[in-house]
Every structure is written in C-alpha cells, then in structure tokens.
C-alpha cells in the first residue's frame, strides 16, 4: 500500500474528529447523553439478526454470554455484522451496546468520556447477567470497544464480573495516529477543543491523563484473561505494537504471524475478517481452539 493511501485513513479520522468537535454541544455538564437510537429499536435490528437475545441462554459448550463493545464512531449494529452472527451461529449468546454517546450527535458513538462510557458498559453487563442467569461474561471489543473495558475491569469491580478479554486492534497505549496528533499543539486551541467537545477522542491520545491513569501498576487485573489481536497494516492505532498487554494471562497475537498476506487494516480487522473471527472464538473458548491459518477464511 502507497505511503499516502495509508495516511489518509487517520487522516480522514482526525478531519472527522475534529468536524464534530466543531458541531458538538460541550458535555461537561451532561457527559452521558440519551442515545439517538432508542434501546428498543436497536434491540430489535440486532435480535433479527441473532443477537441481543434476551431469552437466550448459553449453553453448556458456551457457558457465558459474549458482550460486543463496538469502536469510537461505531454503534452497537453496524460494527458487529460480521463477527456477531459469526459467533451466534457457533452456538454463543451475544449481545451488544451503545456508549459514548454525544448530545446532538447522531449515528457516531464512543465521542463520550471514557470512565463514563465504562460505567455505561458496567450497567450493560449487569443487565446482561440477569437476563442470562450467568455469573460472568466475556467481552469482545473493537478499538476503543478493546481497551475501555479494561477501566472498568480495574476501576468499577469488572473483574469480578468478566472472565475474557479480547481486544481487536485495541488503544491500549494511545494512538498517535500515524504522528497526526502530534501536530496537534501546532494548532492553538485544537487539542482544547478536543478535550472540552469530543473527550472520548482526546483520552485515546497516547500520553493522555485517562490512559496514564489506566496503566498505571500494570496493564492487567488479576483474574482475567487478555487476549490482543493486532495487524501491522493498522493506520489508526499506531504504532501498532502499541496495543499489545503486559501482565500474567495475557496473550498477544498478530494476524501476520497467523496468515502472512493477511492484509487487514484497522476497521476490517473489526468488520469483515474472519481469520481475526477464528482467533477471537479460541480466545472464548481455548478448549477447544482449532489453529488460526490463512484457511480459516473459510471455516
């Protein structure tokens, strides 16, 4: 891929970011908004489609519901067509959110403070237990949807609650977005504008104060169990090297290593690939994994 091609995704992204920046309401006084989408009718497009089945129950094989966690600008929908039905026609129990919402901006989620959008998901897997009858879930998050769990398992009593992990291309450590957001001070007033309009975007800045907070005293809790899957082709959260976890019962893992011409960038990591799919399943239910090859895109 040209240099310039691969620029222009967190190029797009920070043009993007700071687009809603410029539109949004502030939300210093109201960091958690009212969905645009009511509860119900997003239940409804997702239970059509498998998930977000409250009367489902897991099975034997599959003990614990799945919680999808979706990325910044995603939604509860879109960013699990793929991986969503992948994993309830392998027999689990799945369910997916919304978070991070911003007043007045509709379709892009995950724009909110990250605690806050923590305690959002702490409420979600609550829910999701007493539905299922369960006493654990594990989580399966894109993007941010990887690494803002991981607040609420250390900060929020999570870890009591989750049993895995799975980040795909998760910000563990920040993003400089291929060096973009070092330009930011280049530009006086952008990076206040960010924090003040969108902070959901400015605590994934490698270096902020929400991610020096988090890994502080390690980057895992005990009693969960990490599991990271990377591609070196990501242009968002770069380097890429970046999101990969330290600590006992962490597994980093990737794609490359697993299929060499895997070509997946950071969306389709989270969208469309299935060799990540396979992976994420042995990451589930490692009794059973299978080896994650090239041929994996078709099992």
Known sequence: MLPWKRAFGPLAALLLAV??????PAVATTPTAT??????????????????????????????PVVLVH???????????????????????????????????????????????????SAYVDRVLAATGTSKVDIVGHSQGGMMPRHY???LGGAAKVNALVGLAPDNHGTTLLGLTKLLPHFPGAEDLLTEKTPGLADQIAGSAFLTKLNAGGDTVPGVKYTVIATRYDQVV?????????????????????????ISEHLAIGLIDRIAFHDVTNALDPGRATPTTCASVIG
Do not use: M
Not at 246 to 252: I, L
């Open 19 to 24: 687009s809603v920046a410029t539109t949004a």
């Open 35 to 64: 969905p645009t989408v009511s509860p119900t009718a997003v239940t409804a497009a997702a239970a059509s489609s498998g998930w977000n089945n409250y009367s489902c129950k897991p099975s034997t094989a599959h003990p614990r």
């Open 71 to 121: 990325g910044t600008f995603g939604n509860s929908v879109d960013n699990w067509l793929g991986l969503a039905p992948y994993l309830v026609n392998r027999g689990y129990c799945v369910f997916s959110l919304d978070y991070g919402q911003l007043p007045g901006v509709p379709f892009f989620n995950g724009l909110g403070p990250i605690d806050k959008s923590a305690e959002q998901l």
């Open 153 to 155: 398992l250390k900060f």
């Open 238 to 262: 770069t380097p890429y090297r970046s999101q990969f976890l330290s600590g006992p019962d962490v597994r980093n893992v990737t794609l490359q290593d697993l299929c060499a011409v895997n």
